[in-house]
């Protein structure tokens, strides 16, 4: 399973990595949502873990610019927001699942 991580914070995003690579998963980190838009139409990913509060393009708006280009692959919200409206606003923009740090 191919998985992209989407965090601004290189120690968490190489610790999720190396706690999904212990499950068979190969993960890309990217720290900042236009590395990811770019990278993204030669890639291919199986899910997506995203963070809301990115550099440049918040977490939010990277999961409402993906589906409105048409992308499908599910996305995990995974941010210290802990607020009700971040949920419901980053369900309403798509993302699939939200959960808040540290999540166990």
Request: proline content about 5%; overall charge negative.
């Amino acid at each position: 399973m191919r998985i992209a991580i989407i965090e601004d914070d290189p120690s968490l995003a190489r610790q999720l990595a190396d706690n999904l690579a212990g499950e068979g998963t190969t993960c890309h980190l990217y720290g900042d949502s236009k590395a990811f838009l770019h990278a993204m139409p030669r890639e291919s990913f199986d899910a997506c873990i995203v963070d809301l509060v990115l550099p440049g393009m918040d977490g939010r708006t990277l999961v409402k610019t993906l589906r409105d280009r048409g992308y499908e692959v599910p996305i995990l919200v995974l941010t210290a927001r802990d607020f009700e409206a971040d949920v419901i606003l980053s369900l309403e923009a798509g993302a699939d699942d939200y959960l808040v740090k540290p999540a166990r």
